[in-house]
């Protein structure tokens, strides 16, 4: 079992709709969590932290559940330009781990 | 600054034949890391360093080697490369271990045939 786990997807949207994704992470120990983003044949890149309060950049919100063990994340309004994939990132230790991403595509 | 630069963007091998994909930042960080990316599986470590003349194993280490001899490099060794090693790496790198911003580099597309 991967220790962080997406639903693949795809989602497909509409403009101005809402979308979450969800992401579950085994490793209790995991100690930060992290959503990228990565557009189609490029590398990733942080889109924002997750934290235990919860918090928000613009129309994204991510929320954080240790004792579920998940992390959400909340596009609203979405737009064309969010199409990409969305990577749950736990950190344990030294090192990253990554889901393997949810794919969203949103369309006119 | 030009962040992290990997070198070659893609590269065809045939199978037995040994290659190095280069990584070099600018950013002075400490922590710098190879990823493969397979379809649906996501981004698995290969090997990491926390600084020069120290490095160590991830999640898929066989077939690869790595040495940092400077903070800037970190170049990836296939040895003898093999069809399964065929995807596509990322190299990145960070401030330190415990620094929660990776910088990517943009990736080199690796085929072996």
């Known amino acids: 079992r991967k220790e962080v786990e997406q639903d693949p997807g795809p989602f497909n949207v509409p403009e101005g709709a809402t979308v979450a994704f969800n992401c579950t992470y085994s490793?209790?120990?995991?100690?930060?969590f992290f959503w990228y983003r990565q557009d189609c044949r490029k590398e990733p890149k942080l889109l924002m932290s997750?934290?235990?309060s919860g918090n928000e950049d613009g129309r994204f919100t991510a929320q954080l559940n240790r004792a579920s063990q998940y992390i959400s994340l909340l596009i609203r309004d979405s737009k064309l330009s969010d199409s990409a994939t969305y990577l749950c990132v736990g950190r344990g230790g030294n090192d990253m781990r990554f889901g393997a991403g949810t794919r969203l595509t949103v369309k006119p | 600054n030009a962040g992290v630069t990997q070198t070659p963007k893609f590269q065809v091998l045939k199978t037995g034949q040994s290659m190095t994909l280069q990584c070099a930042q600018d950013?002075?960080?400490?922590?710098m890391s190879w990823y493969r990316q397979d379809p649906g599986m996501g981004l698995r470590l290969i090997h990491y360093s926390v600084g020069a003349g120290i490095t160590d194993q991830g999640e898929v280490p066989n077939g690869y080697n790595v040495s940092r001899s400077t903070t800037e490099d970190f170049p990836l060794r296939l040895l003898s490369a093999a069809p399964s090693q065929t995807s596509v790496y990322f190299c990145a790198s960070s401030y330190s271990s415990g620094g929660y911003v990776y910088t990517f580099g943009s990736g080199t597309r690796l085929t072996v045939v």
């Open positions: 950013m002075n960080h400490e922590y």
């Open positions: 490793n209790s120990a995991s100690q930060s």
């Open positions: 997750v934290y235990s």
